[in-house]
């Protein structure tokens, strides 16, 4: 198996497209990916699971917010608010799920349990992060058409960050340290986003999100003060947004951050643009950690694949990868983050010498 070392996996911008590939070399590559996975019957849903792990997230809800009620006036509170922050981004991990149609047979039920949970218990605006995740899946880490790494506080290749002034620029010049502190914010953007969009004239959400979102957003903060009194309701109501983005952030990046960047001009086959992208992160307990997105590879290549499924994917994923000659990249979690650090750090100081990335080289 052909695997990046740490050195290997930095990032690079791929400039120029791929060399010629034989005749119908990638479009087999990716049939025969899909007749195999169909075969074994990992497309197949897995409702089961999904409705027992609905039942346990939920179970853990109440005893979190009974243990709230208990508690009362006290400091301890920020425990309980820590626990909610951690379930709510539980919770959004089945939103994602429901939004790939992983759970559901039924397009309309698998939109229904992603509004219902991701914007009524998360506060998060479905329609909104649908279309953004889902322009992030077409065409990921390529410049111009990736969101996720069109971002103002952070830059992913040099020429964004040369465009950076004042504070941003300042920012962008440290953004490898700060990026962890900068997570803690994450919560409180997507909130924002999520107003913003559920509210503009041009925006997707329906009535019924409208509603959820409203009243997400108004009635819990409003219960947290009332039984807390501001003080005390508002370190509650900063500790669980900050660890929500916090978990958010520690899931999503090791997934793309410091991979490979596509530039516009270049052109890739599905599954080498995939690929290429994505790693891996392994480890005891990772799927639980990060709901499934651990397996970001095949998470890509089979965005309705159920989280369940993914493990025995990976080997044949992993096998396809290595007859093709295209690397396949699994790492730590631990090592993932000092990398993406390296990176954003490297991107920051405006590096004139990119990363050495054999990936990108072969395909210059």
Known sequence: MQTFSDRQAATTTL?????????????????????????????????????????????????????GFLIGQSWFQL?????????????????????????????????????????????????????????HHANPNKIGRDP????????FDEENARRKKGLWAVITRRQGYLFFPLLLFTGLGLHLDSVRSAYSRSGPATILERILITVRLTLYPTIVILLLGPGMGAAFLGV?????GLYMGLSFAPNHKGMPIISARSKLDFVR????????IRGFG??????????????????????PHLRRAAIIVREHCRQAKIPYLETSLPASYARIV????????????????????NLA
């Open 148 to 155: 996720d790494i069109d971002m103002e506080a952070l830059s």
């Open 79 to 135: 425990l309980i608010a820590a626990g909610l922050g951690v379930l709510f981004t539980q919770f959004a991990f089945f939103a994602h799920e429901a939004a790939h149609r992983q759970v559901f047979a039924s397009g309309r039920k698998n939109d229904l349990a992603g509004l219902l949970v991701g914007t009524g218990i998360t506060g998060i605006s479905y329609s909104w992060w649908m279309s953004k995740h889902s322009r």
């Open 15 to 67: 400039a120029k497209p791929p060399p010629a590939a034989e005749p119908d070399q990638p479009e087999s590559l990716h049939r025969a990916l899909i007749k195999t996975v169909q075969n074994a019957g990992l497309l197949n849903r897995r409702r089961g699971f999904y409705l027992g792990l609905l039942a346990v997230l939920g179970a853990c809800l109440g005893m979190v917010v009974t243990g």
């Open 286 to 307: 990772t799927t639980t950690l990060m709901g499934g997105l651990n397996y970001q590879i095949e998470h890509h290549l089979f965005p309705s694949m159920p989280r």
């Open 240 to 244: 669980q947004v900050a660890v929500f």
């Open 273 to 280: 643009k995939q690929v290429l992208t994505s790693r891996n």
């Open 342 to 361: 390296r990176y954003l750090n490297r991107v920051g100081l405006h590096a004139r010498d990119p990363f050495d990335c054999p990936a990108a080289r």
